[in-house]
């Protein structure tokens, strides 16, 4: 898929930084749309429904975290993909960017020519790795072409990073996953994250389910169990 058939929307309140990422986009050969605040970016998101957000977390109105909330409580978002582009690197900082729901998080400065290849790296992960096949265990039904998820009926909320994770793991029912295979095929290896996201994410999805179906071997990883 060509680059001009993906929309970007970069919010910083820094006008230098915006215009630097538009101008790099663009050549690009992306579509690239721009928000000053927190307030204008969570509008501009809805209404122009982009592939890729990239979002301050230090901004006038909402803060990006409070933005990544919000849209990935959206069931009509839930697929868009977000980036935490920011001057905080502190760890404690980044866990709760990745534990909203962000599925990279990049700290500042950065080179404007590496920004661009990890924006073409994720959306070129943005299709969830699978076969295509519907999995389904019990009550719970697993629609990758979709995206969706339900479970005794019910249709699942899931966030892009919790839905491939749910995928993974049912994907072969009692295979133990180690957490660098987890980290791997879910995040790829040019993202860093560590284990405290997998485990946010891990009980977010049980939160969401209601059931337990994702056991815990401890000091190991994961398995899929229902």
């Not at 910083?12 to 663009?26: T, V």
């Amino acid at each position: 898929m060509e680059n001009r058939s993906w929309k970007v929307l970069i919010a910083d309140d820094e006008p230098d930084i915006r215009e630097l990422l538009e101008f790099h986009l663009a050549r690009a050969g992306y579509q690239v749309f721009t928000a000053q605040d927190g307030d204008e970016a969570l509008i501009r998101a809805q209404q122009l429904q982009p592939d890729l957000v990239v979002l301050d977390i230090m901004m006038p109105g909402k803060t990006g975290v409070e933005v990544c909330e919000i849209l990935r409580a959206q069931p009509a978002l839930k697929d868009m993909l977000i980036i935490f582009l920011t001057a905080l690197s502190d760890e404690a900082t980044q866990i709760q960017g990745l534990a909203t729901g962000a599925d990279d998080y990049i700290s500042k400065p950065i080179s404007p020519k590496v920004f661009v290849s990890k924006v073409q790296a994720l959306l070129r992960r943005a299709t969830p790795k699978s076969d295509g096949k519907s999995l389904q265990a019990g009550g719970l039904r697993i629609d990758p072409e979709r995206f969706e998820v339900q479970y005794e009926g019910r249709t699942i909320v899931l966030a892009k990073k919790e839905f491939e994770l749910l995928y993974l793991l049912a994907s072969r029912p009692g295979k133990v996953f180690l957490r660098n295979e987890i980290l791997s095929q879910v995040w790829g290896n040019d993202v860093i994250v560590g284990d405290r996201t997998i485990d946010v994410h891990i009980r977010k999805i049980r939160q969401k389910l209601g059931v337990d179906c994702i056991t815990t071997v401890k000091g190991v990883g994961y398995k899929f169990d229902l």
